[in-house]
């Protein structure tokens, strides 16, 4: 009898990579509510540096235990910077994004970022993407901002914020990709867990919160969620090709419609479903002519 682990390495790399960036993309979308909940009582900064703080102190003591550290280890400090660099860059865009724009028209602008890293991929890592790929893609986007339904207001000098949001995640994606063969998935995702961290706690001069008793345990699985969706994505980035893998972060948005219709009882409308049909429809096209590279 094939056990899970030999079914999943029978996948080929490039189709485990894409089912790393989908299982991410849940993830993240599960901890969105945490997130959320969070945020209602305690400042960015501090959910950042609290939640980061749970990731490191999981990471360093399940390697410790296992006898493991070894896979922490840093080869080029350089690259590890430079990506931890550029997500904080990217986090700190997105926030700022969102204290000022109707989250709809920030979470469609930094929705551009997958399309902008399969542009990076092509002169930063000589990735080849044809048209039907190109097509593909944008039909997901499309499904994207017909889901989310931005309202224009976005148009002013605002924008900007998750524009360099998008711009900077692209670039850490390309990044992972471009380092993924000198560098461990858990390195990555120790370095820029402690930077982001650090600058969460570089907050606490503008005032933080007294944490409640009960709120211990949603930060710690909260962390617990938000590295596990990072390790994914790293991993898809290391597996497969920045174009293969990048648009299927746009499934964020059917896990979210399938949790709040599961949980909440949120039926989506029919705008929220041609849209999904669209997400849908240009993944599995990209899927299909990856498989079809394949054999």
């Known amino acids: 009898m094939i056990s899970p682990r030999q079914a999943v390495l029978a996948v080929s790399p490039p189709m485990r990579g894409v089912l790393c960036i989908t299982a991410g993309a849940l993830v993240l979308t599960a901890n969105d509510g945490l997130a959320k909940y969070l945020t209602e009582s305690y400042p960015v900064g501090q959910v950042m540096a609290l939640r980061g703080i749970s990731i490191v102190f ?16 840093v080869n080029r400090w350089s690259h590890q910077l430079a990506r931890a660099g550029l997500m904080s860059a990217s986090t700190i865009c997105f926030v700022s994004g969102l204290s000022q724009l109707p989250i709809a028209d920030a979470i469609a602008i930094t929705f551009a970022g997958p399309i902008i890293a399969v542009a990076l991929a ?33 148009f002013r000098i605002a924008f900007l914020f998750p524009v360099g949001a998008a711009f900077f995640g692209a670039m ?33 001069p503008l005032g933080w919160q007294p944490v409640q008793l009960e709120h211990l345990w949603i930060f710690a699985i909260s962390g617990v969620f938000v590295g596990g969706a990072q390790y994914l994505m790293i991993e898809a980035f290391r597996l497969s090709e920045v174009a293969l893998v990048a648009p299927f972060k746009y499934t964020s948005l059917i896990w979210a419609v399938l949790i709040g219709a599961v949980f909440w009882g949120d039926l989506p409308g029919i705008e929220v479903l041609l849209g999904g049909l669209l997400v849908v429809g240009g ?3 990209i899927l299909r002519r990856e498989a079809g590279r394949s054999t």
């Open 58 to 73: 999981l990471l360093i003591a399940y390697y410790v235990l296992s006898g493991r550290t070894s896979a922490l280890r």
């Open 122 to 154: 092509i002169p930063f890592l000589g990735e080849r993407v044809g048209w039907r790929r190109w097509t593909a893609i944008l039909v997901g986007f499309t499904g994207v901002l017909v889901i989310i339904q931005p309202t224009g207001d976005a």
């Open 172 to 204: 850490r994606d390309v990044l992972t990709r471009r380092i993924s063969n000198t560098e461990s998935s858990s390195a990555i995702l120790m370095v820029s867990t402690t930077m982001v961290t650090l600058l969460g706690f570089c907050s606490w």
């Open 283 to 285: 993944g599995l096209y």
